[in-house]
C-alpha cells in the first residue's frame, strides 16, 4: 500500500506561482509512475501532468504545458509539482496518484490516491 499526502495548495493571485508536494510512504514508491490530477467544482477529474519511475520522461497535458513542471526526488520519496503563470482556471483540488504502469495520462491506470490540496487563483 502507497499512502499519498499532497501540500502546497494555497490562494494566490493570476500569474502568480505554486509549489505542490506529494510525500508518499509505505510500498515501491521510486518505481512508480506519479500523477497530478484536478478536479474543478462541477467538472470531470483531469489529467495535469505525470512523470515516470527514473524521473526522466515527462508528459503534459496542454492546458498548463510551458507553466507547470514535475519533478520528484526518490530519496525523500516526494513529486513536486512547480506551477507558474497561474490563471484563474487553473482552480481546483489537485490530487498525487501512483501507478504501476510506465507513464500514463489515464486515470484508470492510477492505483493510489491522496486526498488533495486546494489552489485558487483569483483574477
Known amino acids: 500500500q502507497v499512502q499519498l499526502v499532497e501540500s502546497g495548495g494555497g490562494l494566490v493571485q493570476a500569474g502568480g506561482s505554486l509549489r505542490l508536494s506529494c510525500v508518499a510512504s509505505?510500498?515501491?514508491?521510486?518505481?512508480?509512475?506519479v500523477g497530478w490530477f484536478r478536479q474543478a467544482p462541477g467538472k470531470e477529474r483531469e489529467f495535469v501532468a505525470t512523470?515516470?519511475?527514473?524521473?526522466?520522461?515527462?508528459a503534459y497535458a496542454t492546458s498548463v504545458k510551458g507553466r507547470f513542471t514535475i519533478s520528484r526526488d526518490n530519496n525523500k520519496n516526494t513529486v513536486f509539482l512547480q506551477m507558474n503563470r497561474l490563471k484563474p482556471d487553473d482552480t481546483a483540488i489537485y490530487y498525487c496518484?501512483?501507478?504501476?504502469?510506465?507513464?500514463?495520462?489515464?486515470?484508470?491506470?492510477?492505483?493510489?490516491w491522496g486526498q488533495g490540496t486546494q489552489v485558487t487563483v483569483s483574477s
Open positions: 496518484a501512483a501507478a504501476s504502469s510506465s507513464l500514463t495520462m489515464r486515470i484508470g491506470a492510477y492505483d493510489y
Open positions: 512523470i515516470h519511475w527514473n524521473g526522466a520522461n515527462t
Open positions: 509505505g510500498g515501491t514508491f521510486s518505481r512508480r509512475t
